[in-house]
């Protein structure tokens, strides 16, 4: 289902009531909640939650399972420029398996800033520098990826998803050409599509 109590479909609100909702629906998966909060507490320059844990657990809800499932594990992006380096990266993540022991999840944290130097030996395509989190989001292989949340110091919730929410609560997988190649979105998609069938899966476009 994709429609709230009232039976309102939720990809069809108004923007400001699909972000309501959207924080309705993440604060059911603990999980979720525990790392916004511990991650807070870095104080990562520019730090985002942000791919399948978020998009998956609307898709847990909206199909009635658990909130947690199928979620393999947390992304959390940040951005420093200042230091390049794999050793000031490492110690960040170091500091963050400590920070997320104890979590019935794995906790991935990665610089934004360095993605450059080496996603075209992993992928085989290059990839230009990013300028911040933001942009980095912008280049998940599908559109429905590009979501991030953060918990300000306010306490506001900070929600960056710059092709809106429509697609994501209504099941939607639509391709995004930017930087990653085909064969990643179809092999993401493919499993996707084993744990949640109930998916719309958008080609991939053709030149």
């Given at each position: 289902?994709?429609?709230?109590?009232?039976?309102?479909?939720?990809?069809?609100?108004?923007?400001?009531?699909?972000?309501?909702?959207?924080?309705?629906?993440?604060?059911?998966?603990?999980?979720l909640l525990d790392v916004l909060d511990r991650t807070a507490s870095m104080a990562l320059p520019g730090w985002y939650l942000t791919a399948g844990c978020l998009f998956q657990t609307v898709w847990n809800v909206v199909t009635g399972r658990p909130?947690?499932?199928g979620i393999k594990d947390y992304d959390v992006f940040y951005f420093d420029a200042d230091d390049l380096s794999w050793e000031a990266e490492d110690a960040v993540i170091r500091a963050?398996?400590?920070l997320f022991g104890g979590l019935p999840a794995e906790v991935e944290i990665r610089?934004?800033?360095?993605v450059h130097l080496w996603y075209e030996?992993?992928?085989?395509?290059?990839?230009?520098p990013h300028t911040s989190t933001e942009s980095a989001i912008d280049c998940f292989a599908a559109t429905t990826c590009?979501?991030?949340?953060?918990?300000?110091?306010?306490?506001?919730w900070?929600?960056?998803?710059?092709?809106?929410?429509?697609?994501?609560?209504?099941?939607?997988?639509?391709?995004?050409?930017?930087?990653?190649?085909?064969?990643?979105?179809?092999?993401k998609t493919a499993r996707w599509r084993r744990?949640?069938?109930?998916?719309?899966?958008?080609?991939?476009p053709t030149a």
């Open positions: 289902m994709t429609s709230g109590g009232d039976g309102v479909v939720i990809g069809r609100l108004p923007l400001d009531e699909q972000l309501t909702a959207l924080r309705s629906v993440l604060s059911s998966n603990e999980v909130a947690t499932s963050g398996r400590e610089n934004e800033a360095r030996q992993k992928f085989g395509v290059p990839c230009a590009c979501l991030g949340v953060r918990l300000e110091p306010t306490g506001r900070r929600v960056y998803a710059p092709h809106g929410l429509s697609d994501v609560f209504n099941l939607v997988v639509r391709p995004n050409p930017v930087l990653a190649p085909r064969e990643v979105y179809e092999a744990q949640w069938p109930e998916l719309t899966v958008l080609d991939w």
